[in-house]
């Protein structure tokens, strides 16, 4: 049963507007969560992190949002731009040095230019 | 700057054969994974090492053997390939303490 859910397969967004995604999680013993980016026929790259401790990070056009309550966490990209088009993957754990991170299925973003 | 490597990029498998995907990191790391990734479903842990020496089982390990004899290489090992097998599958890194996992490139497997 999947822990991690991005009920959103793919997204499209004009340039230079705002790029939402969204995740939820069932399990309420995460408490780190990451944002990745994927470009075709290359791996995963980190983008991103929050720890529970927190309900919002920011890094520079990229922030992510956590809302414990509702078990759900958000990625904002401001403004959007071509080249951020790929497949985004969120994640999540129970713990910065847990053995096992849990993954969504993706949401592949497009940005109109 | 390799990071994590992996080799084959591409391989095709008929039924039965065994093969073993090659991972190598040069960061250090104390922690090096597997995971596939198949349509629907994510990224999926299927052996984790901790260290030399040192490996375990993550969701879906039947069907996969591993080893960790040095902290840089973790090879995946498929003793008798079946077509559930066809994923692409991916090796990762990272420090223990730390969350953030490096992926490499992703080894595209084909069992017919």
């Known amino acids: 049963d999947q822990q991690v859910k991005q009920n959103s397969p793919s997204l499209s967004v004009q340039e230079g507007r705002i790029s939402i995604l969204n995740c939820d999680y069932t399990?309420?013993?995460?408490?780190?969560f990451l944002w990745y980016k994927k470009y075709p026929a290359e791996g995963p790259t980190f983008l991103i992190s929050?720890?529970?401790?927190?309900d919002k990070n920011e890094d520079g056009r990229f922030t992510v949002f956590l809302n414990k309550s509702a078990k759900h966490l958000s990625l904002h990209i401001v403004p959007s731009q071509p080249g951020d088009s790929a497949v985004y993957f969120c994640?999540?754990?129970?713990?910065?040095?847990?053995?096992?991170?849990?993954f969504g299925t993706g949401t592949r973003l497009t940005v109109i230019p | 700057n390799a990071g994590v490597t992996q080799t084959p990029k591409f391989q095709v498998l008929k039924t039965g054969q065994s093969m073993t995907l090659q991972c190598a990191q040069d960061m250090n790391h104390e922690y090096m994974s597997w995971y596939r990734q198949d349509p629907g479903m994510g990224l999926r842990l299927i052996h984790y090492s901790v260290g030399a020496g040192i490996t375990d089982q993550g969701e879906v390990p039947n069907g996969y053997n591993v080893s960790r004899s040095t902290t840089e290489d973790f090879p995946l090992r498929l003793l008798s390939a079946a077509p559930s097998q066809t994923s692409v599958y991916f090796c990762?890194?990272?420090?223990?303490?730390?969350?953030?996992?490096?992926f490499g490139e992703g080894s595209r497997l084909t069992v017919l």
């Open positions: 929050i720890s529970s401790i927190k």
């Open positions: 399990n309420s013993m995460f408490d780190y």
């Open positions: 994640a999540a754990s129970e713990g910065t040095g847990a053995n096992n991170l849990f």
């Open positions: 990762a890194s990272r420090r223990l303490a730390t969350g953030e996992l490096f």
